[in-house]
């Protein structure tokens, strides 16, 4: 393939060579001129004025003679089936078959697809900004030709314009999220390309202060009121002096300092997954058309299937209001009954709490208390009311689905004036989910049906034969959309877009060997070849291969779990204890349990999290996605991005960092997460007993599990959750026995002979 590259300059390239042969500036432009508009045929005439309009007719029609004829010279392929040039006697044009790829071309394909009328997606307007790197042919100069030139400056114009449009998009999609270290990304980006304008400089302002860095927040401010005085003999906006002055005085009471300048790692772009992106578009139409699809995306582990659905969700929040809660299935010791939805549950109380659904205190007394049955901390809204009493038949189980359901359908209709909002409920891993939770599913997909609701799922693959009655109904009923590996055309296409032509081919064949087609082990190598030094940033957004791969200490192909292990030991050792201590704590965990769990100060807390963002190992927990502001400008700076909540880049990740610790390392720090866990959650226990259970259990601290146990059995008994109650009672009894072999003196308690039959009672 020859790959035409015209942002920053003009480059040809076949394969790894770049092509030079071209004589003279106006072959080049003649290449350019039919390169981007390579689906029309020229006339001769037309060419011959455009680029030779100070010559006679005659002068100019040989010129252009020659100029073919040297572009046919230089352009491989030409005596081979499909020749790049198509010359006949009367017009010119590039061959369609020949297979050209144009950087342009690619980026209009990405503004295109990122800027569609029903998502602004995120995904394809970052593909376009990676292909900007500089003005369309920067330095490009033609003598006498002002036509060529016209049309030169207007196309500098609308691409540059393009590119700004989109670097706004991305900034906000970004800042909505809170996901800052992308936004700050982008809003470099958009201050190199617009220096003097004021909104991308707030912007920027807003995105370091919220990354903890207010000392570069304040010296932007400074470098744009020195930028304005020289150039425009201006001050700045009142808004932009309020933002400096609100960062100024609202400082954080304690900070730590961060090297500014070093850029986050290697964006890798989602490719290959072209078909599967097109399936989610039809089920998102359709839920805007007010079905209600169930849509199932399915792969093994690792094949990238919550980054396509994340991906996604992102492009569609971006052009509309609605509202996304996203509960996951997890691997556990011990069940939890309900567990994705009760992260879902919870994101529907933060967006509620923001102003986009129905605030639950407000809820009817016995439709309160069924959400409190499922989410103890919920009482504290009304603590007035008493507490729930168990569920004790199966009608008032499915009176508790029934309430909980509609609450969620309460969002569809939350639209601050508009007639309806389209819910997306995501659920991740339904593979892990407890059977308790897949009968509520079943009931939701059966009770919203025909609600502008779209039950997006991520799983391993599901059988409509599966022994699970609830998993095959509704894996029976789902659209399935199965996402595989990479092949080498997608390997390829991310070596390009990291490291441009000249290194593509040596990368992707270095990646392709190693990976196996597997999305997550290709980001993980990536992630290790900038651990080590050997990709390093370069200039516009290209990165830098080191001369040679073959010093990379890579364990054997295809072995992931030694590859997060090597990235687990390159970590420096205090971040590694850190980020082992996270492990434990839980998929997602809170920076203060952390913090507290650790025995850290808060600012080696802080520089743990910035290192293991940046390594692309944990990265910000997200419940919700919401249109509406999270909290204060204030608020969010004085917190900084390295507090809140958190959760590993993927389960895999949080193993490999488990298991590098002996078993007695790790029963230590299950005890140290459960102890700091009852003093942060003092008010609020009940919520989490099965937590608490499964760590001291974890500990073997037999004595310490128990309680926790015991509660954990009568509230699955209290929700009808007669599997999970029966693991419960069994880990009570099993407990027991273990106390009781420990105890040597006289004193001893006799183990409690009717524990599994109280087993067998909580199933009934």
Known sequence: ??????????????????????????????????????GRAFSRDHLAGLLWPEQEEEGARHALRQAIYNLRLALPGKDGPTPPLLVSHGDIRINPAAGLWVDVHAFEEAIKRGASRDAADPHHLATAVQLYRGDFLAGFFVRDSSSFEEWLIAEQERLREATVEALRALIESYRRRGEYRFGLHYARRLVALE?????????????????????????????????????????????????????????????????????????????????????????WRRTLSGETPVTVVEGETGIGKTRLIRTFLDAVSGSRRIVVLRGAGRPTLLPS????????????????????????????????????????????????????????????????????????????????????????????????????????????????????????????????????????????????????????????????SLVGDVSAGELSHWLSERCRGLPFALAELINLLWDEGLLTPGDNGIWQLASSLATAVVPESGDLEALLGERVRRLPSSIRRLAIQASFAGWTFEADLLQRAADEHPAVVEIGLELLLKRWLIRQSIRYWSTFGRASDVVLWQRGARRGSFEFAHQQVREALASSVFPARQRALHVRVAETLEVLAADHLESHTEELAAHYLAAEKWERALPYLERAETRARGLLARSAAIRYATAAAEARLKLAAERTDDSAEPTDPFSFERAEAAAD
């Open 337 to 496: 009954p309900f567990l994705p939805w009760l992260d879902l549950l919870r994101g529907a109380f933060d967006e509620a709490a923001e102003g986009g659904g129905p605030d639950p205190a407000k809820l009817a007394p016995e439709k309160f208390a069924d959400l409190v049955r499922l989410l103890p901390e919920v009482a504290l809204r009304r603590p007035e009311l008493p507490p729930p009493a168990p569920l004790k038949r199966a009608a008032d189980r499915r009176r508790m689905f029934e309430t909980v359901v509609d609450y969620l359908a309460g969002f569809c209709s939350a639209g601050l004036g508009m007639a309806t909002v389209p819910l997306v409920i995501f659920l991740d891993d339904l593979h892990l989910v407890d059977d308790d939770s897949l009968e509520l599913l079943q009931y939701a997909i059966a009770r919203l049906r025909g609600r502008p609701c779209w039950f997006l799922i991520a799983s391993e693959a599901i059988e409509p034969d599966d022994p699970r009655p609830c998993l095959s109904a509704i894996a029976k009923d789902a659209e399935h959309v199965t996402i595989r590996r990479f092949d080498d055309g997608a390997v390829e296409e991310i070596a390009v």
């Open 1 to 38: 393939m020859i790959r035409v590259r015209l942002f920053g300059g003009f480059e040809v390239w076949h394969g790894d060579r770049q092509v030079r042969g071209f004589e003279s500036q106006k072959v080049r432009a003649l290449f350019v001129y039919l390169a981007c508009q390579a």
């Open 195 to 283: 220096p003097l304008a004021e909104e991308p400089r707030r912007n920027l302002m807003r995105f370091y202060a919220m990354t903890g860095r207010r000392s570069q927040a304040l010296a932007e401010y400074e470098d744009l009121v020195a930028l304005l005085d020289r150039e425009l003999g201006v001050d700045p906006l009142a808004e932009t002096r309020e933002l400096y002055e609100s960062i100024r005085d609202d400082a954080p009471t304690q900070g730590i300092p961060i090297a500014d300048g070093e850029p986050i790692g290697p964006i890798i772009p989602l490719a290959g997954r072209r078909g599967a992106w097109d399936r989610l578009r039809d089920s």
